[in-house]
């Protein structure tokens, strides 16, 4: 077999830049592991910056989230019972909007479906051959049998744990990496979010988030131990944790109901440089990892298939190589942005295992001058609705 783009890894990043590359007539086969089923089941990101949703709409794949995301002005951060919003149509007049993951995923499927875009699912053994060449292949198995395609190029969009990245050798490779104590127990239930915004909460028992999907689809996270399982908790005891961290004027008003997931993701911070090597691209996960503090891990990987699209189209197009040859120094510029946005809003609203009375004192000093200072929350806002591409 042949194509222009071998794209491995059928999650959100791979998806997109198929379908982009596709309306400019550029064909990619998409490589996946699991099933749809099983990527669609992934409870992951909630909120998409307007670069995202534009990007969707060059895709032709905005039309039910315009119809259905959720607008949101701003964000509520609290630390006990204490309580401040940022607004970030009133600070810098741009807003976020909420629509999970899964409908974006999903999207993305109908749409390469309807295009009879070529998606192999239950994909073993990828192997991506010859990357620093000019003629790069990829092979794989499916159902026991091995099978070949030549490409000019491979988009290794293949998340943290693909083979992507590993196919860069070491000598090249750089990682960096900061592993967090603790971790966020998340679930999903079908009662009314607790408040018509999102509310980012450090409290002394650690920090909690509450999220949504829709207004009868809540997402709610707290901060646990790294040792912890799900299994450790019950919704009885999820919900009595969540309502000791926020507000109690919240706290009050919280309808709880049976979770319908239940989960734990550790919480990282993670680059790896470069972002191509020969003929490979690296996007998305595969490069990089947040903390889900700041809600940029999605945001970043659409980032990079902007650049990546852009790149190919005028690689193909125009004939220039341009935007291929500095993708890796476009698309890690902004990351290491996304990635100290999300460090700094992880370590601001977290308990920390060691910390001493004085950090706890330099925690609280920070939130009380973001509360009261202009400039402060201008930044926040800038970063949080996600800096131009
Ligand atoms: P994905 O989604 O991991 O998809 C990679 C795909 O590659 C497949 N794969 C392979 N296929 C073929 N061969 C191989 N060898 C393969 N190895 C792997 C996998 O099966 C998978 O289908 O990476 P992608 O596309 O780069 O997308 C990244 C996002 O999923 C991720 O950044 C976000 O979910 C992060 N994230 C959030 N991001 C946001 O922007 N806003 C948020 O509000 C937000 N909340 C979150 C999050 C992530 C979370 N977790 C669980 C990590 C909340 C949570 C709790
Ligand atoms: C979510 O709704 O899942 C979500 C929202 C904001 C975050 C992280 C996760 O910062």
């Not at 992507?164 to 079908?190: A, C, D, H, M, N």
């Not at 790294?226 to 309808?255: C, G, H, N, Q, Y």
């Not at 595969?286 to 980032?303: D, E, F, M, Q, Y």
Request: hydrophobic share 35%.
């Amino acid at each position: 077999m042949r194509t222009q783009v071998c794209i491995i890894g059928g999650g959100p990043s791979g998806l997109l830049l198929s379908q982009l590359l596709h309306r400019k007539g550029i064909d990619t086969i998409v490589l996946e592991r699991k099933t749809k089923d099983y990527v669609l089941g992934r409870i992951r990101a909630g909120i998409l910056e307007t670069g995202f949703v534009d990007l969707m709409r060059e895709a032709g794949v905005a039309e039910r989230l315009d119809k259905e995301c959720y607008v949101h002005d701003g964000t509520v951060i609290s630390y006990g019972d204490e309580q401040f919003g940022i607004s970030f149509k009133d600070l810098i007049d741009k807003t976020v909007v909420v629509y999970g993951q899964t409908e974006v995923t999903r999207d993305l499927y109908e749409a390469r479906e309807a295009m009879d875009g070529q998606i192999v699912y239950n994909v073993e053994s990828v192997t991506i051959h010859g990357a620093d060449s000019d003629a790069p292949y990829v092979t794989y198995a499916v159902d026991g049998t091995e099978q070949r395609i030549e490409c000019d190029f491979v988009a290794g969009c293949d998340g943290f744990h693909g083979v992507s990245r590993q196919t860069i050798p070491l000598s090249v490779r750089k990682e960096y990496e900061k592993i967090y104590p603790f971790g966020w127990l998340g679930i999903l239930s079908e009662t009314p979010p607790v408040h018509d915004e999102l509310i980012y909460a450090s409290s002394d028992r650690g920090f909690a988030l509450c999220s949504m999907r829709n207004e009868n689809l809540s997402r709610y996270y707290i901060q646990c131990a790294l040792s912890d399982s799900p299994d450790d908790w019950t919704d009885a005891a999820f919900w009595e944790e969540l309502k000791r961290r926020i507000p109690s004027e919240m706290a009050e008003k919280l309808v709880t109901g049976p979770s319908i997931e239940k989960s734990i993701a550790p919480l990282r911070s993670f680059v790896t440089e470069p972002m191509r090597w020969g003929r490979l691209f690296l996007c998305g996960d595969a490069a990089h990892i947040v903390p889900p503090t700041g809600a940029k891990g999605l945001n970043t990987a659409a980032s990079d298939i902007h650049y990546l699209y852009h790149g190919m189209v005028q690689h193909y197009l125009d004939g220039d190589s341009e935007g291929l040859d500095r993708y890796s120094e476009k698309a890690l510029a902004r990351v290491w942005k996304a990635e100290r946005f999300s460090w700094w809003m992880t370590s601001l609203l977290h308990r920390y295992p060691e910390q001493s009375p004085f950090d706890l004192k330099m925690q609280r000093a920070e939130i009380d001058f973001l509360c009261s200072n202009h400039a402060a929350q201008v930044a926040m806002a800038e970063n949080y609705v996600g800096l131009p591409y």
